[in-house]
């Protein structure tokens, strides 16, 4: 019984593993063929030896390894600048209303474009190298974030802000301590089931959502009058 199991385990494997390198083997022997037959030189259509050996020997000399860390390097500090800018604006959009007004229509023009859309103007502002790379990335991410955060700090609870600020909260301390923690942990349940996405509040282009109370602290609720 065992060995029947273990056997069938195994064909599933190998036949799951045959499924997904076809696709790679078809495109490879139909590109040797072509780098062969074909009418174009070896110089501009080299065959897959060719490109399995020369990346053996980028991979073995450390050119290759060398650049992939310099990429890695660029990717890092953009994203790190990217989420910098995106969680401050995003945070300012969501506690001021001054703020909301003045960057909410940028941040909603600005996300839905590509950030390959950028890169003439940043290589005609900032020229060739390392810094319009990381600029262009940072502020292509930076769009995303600041609309995240700012969702995430809408939808925080009234209840919360009263309980933090009975316990002698400040602003700076609801700041930090509540909306930071909270756009946290509603990124986490966004990335782990993005259908809950439609219960974070959202307004801009195309899409509306009702004040939160951490949006605007000096908006209070009074109490409700009781309805004959």
């Known amino acids: 019984m065992y060995s029947r199991g273990a056997s069938t385990a195994l ?13 790679f083997i078809t495109v490879a022997i139909l590109w040797q ?3 062969m037959f074909g009418p174009f030189p070896p110089r501009l259509f080299p065959g897959v030896d060719k490109i399995v050996s020369t990346f053996f020997h980028l991979v073995f000399n450390g050119i290759l390894p060398a650049h992939a860390l310099a990429t890695l390097l660029r990717l890092a500090a953009a994203f790190a600048l990217g989420a ?15 703020a909301e007004r003045l ?5 909603s023009v600005g996300n839905p474009i590509p950030g390959l859309a950028y ?19 940072a502020f292509a991410a930076a769009f995303p974030i600041a609309v995240n955060t700012w969702s995430a700090v809408r939808a925080v609870k009234e209840i919360w802000i009263r309980a933090a600020q009975s316990m002698g909260a400040e602003e700076r ?7 930071l923690a909270h756009g946290r942990a509603v990124r986490r349940a966004r990335c782990a089931d993005p259908r809950r996405d439609a219960a974070v509040p959202r307004r801009g282009v195309g899409g509306d959502a009702q004040d939160g109370p951490l949006r605007h602290p000096q908006r209070r609720r009074g109490p409700t009058s009781p309805t004959a």
């Open 103 to 107: 960057l909410l229509p940028v941040v």
């Open 84 to 98: 910098a800018a995106g969680v401050t604006v995003g945070m300012l959009m969501g506690r001021s209303r001054w």
């Open 119 to 137: 890169a003439p103007l940043f290589v005609i502002w900032f020229g060739l190298g390392n810094l319009p790379a990381v600029l262009l990335v």
């Open 173 to 179: 301390q609801l700041f930090r301590t509540v909306g």
């Open 11 to 23: 064909r599933r494997a190998l036949t799951s593993v045959a499924g997904a390198a076809t696709p």
């Open 33 to 35: 063929a072509f780098a």
